[in-house]
């Protein structure tokens, strides 16, 4: 089977390469015309693609910066996997762009403008349809633009290829990013995607390449696994906590039924002396029940101290495969194995196993 064309690396080892960069020019104008943006017309790649990289980066290498003729900054991104702080993470970078422009004796009306754009095969924007959004600073009182210098543009490629409402060469783009993996993949009628795919099909034959991907590949697998585990014992843990919750809110409440029966058995032990049979024996019940809302009590304290001990083993089984992956690459890097087991706190022989 292929490895799929929105994998990270395949991504900018397709869209990264200077010698590709008519395709990656007319992916970023398909984007840009969808919002009715002004084309760029020439672009230099200036992160080219590098597959020593892959292998020697500590996290995941997944973005491509160019710089149109014009001198805009343009930032694109393939992310596959869901990130709860995606949004907070895209302003940050591109106000990164941003300020990073600005050296020692230019003023701040030299700033090029940036544009970071993400192509997300996840939903980031659930309660519409809307498969594009773009953002940028704007005066809410008039709904104007308050400056052009940032701008970011979100593709969510589920709803793009299920809602359309796009324009017809961007969802040629989206069908080529969705089925170029397939063996049927019908040839796009857009000159750049039939590029792209030629030199996508180069790509597999490059045994590194697709190795490097592949592995990247099983690491989101392995992530995206992780956090599905992590939740359910998240949720798990939740739902224990508010059955603890609401036990010890029947204790509470037993407990002041409690009070108010032994006030209620004092006032009547001191007006009716036959009736201290009939209170102990409320008493009695009372306690009871006393200790099995305390006995329900415990069993649940022990529910969740084993919940919080798989939590913990989770995170440490993760932290584990972490550092065999670290490993694994500084292995492939040709890293002597004492110096990786210093850096991984691996032991030597868990080293050499793999």
Known sequence: MRISVINDVIFRALFGNPAHKEVLLALINAILGDSGEELIKSLEIISPFNLPDVFNAKESICDIKAMS??????DIEMQVVRQADYIDRSLYYC??????QLESGKSYGDLHQVICISIL?????????QPHHKAQMVDRATGKPLSDKMNMHFLELHKAEKCGNITKELAAWVRFF???HEEDYMESAVPAIGKAHSFYLELLHNTKLVGAAADRERAHRDFVSWNINKERTEKKFA???KRFAETEQRF???EQKFAEKEKVFVEKAKELAEGEKELATIRTQLEQKQAELQQEKAE???????????????????EHKKAQETARKMLAGGCDITFIAECTGLDIASIENL
């Open 239 to 241: 739902e224990t906590e």
């Open 121 to 129: 095969d996840f939903d980031l924007f659930p309660a519409d349809d």
């Open 252 to 254: 509470a409440e037993t």
């Open 300 to 318: 649940l304290q022990q529910e969740k101290a084993e919940l919080q001990k798989q939590k913990q083993n989770i995170e440490l089984e993760a």
């Open 178 to 180: 969705a089925h170029a």
């Open 95 to 100: 106000a990164h762009n941003l300020s990073s």
């Open 69 to 74: 003729e014009s001198e805009k900054i343009i």
